[in-house]
């Protein structure tokens, strides 16, 4: 079993927030596909990175979770190319972590 996370910006990069229906549309199409996703949308996530020596860059993020049977790599990289175009992103930051089941 994969437990995929998906790192959304709550903002593009002039600072305008992100479209509320990119959200909806991500979460609806997880649920159908694998039948449920944890949405952490209240914690206080923030990435934050360099693109130069002297300019840090921040995020706000919320942090999608889908756990997965199998990985589709081809699915997900369709899916994290249509996030950066729609999320207006260089780059959407994507993980996937082997996960065991406690029974």
Known sequence: MYLMQIF???RDNQGDSIPEEHFLALRDELT?????VTIYTRAPVEGIWKP??????VDQLVIYEVLLGSLE????KKVKSR?????MQAQIMMRYFN?????
């Open 8 to 10: 959304l910006p709550t």
């Open 52 to 57: 130069s020596e002297n300019n840090a860059q």
């Open 73 to 76: 790599i081809s699915y997900w």
């Open 32 to 36: 159908d596909r694998f039948g449920g």
């Open 99 to 103: 996960v065991v089941q406690i029974d």
């Open 83 to 87: 996030l950066e175009t729609s999320f």
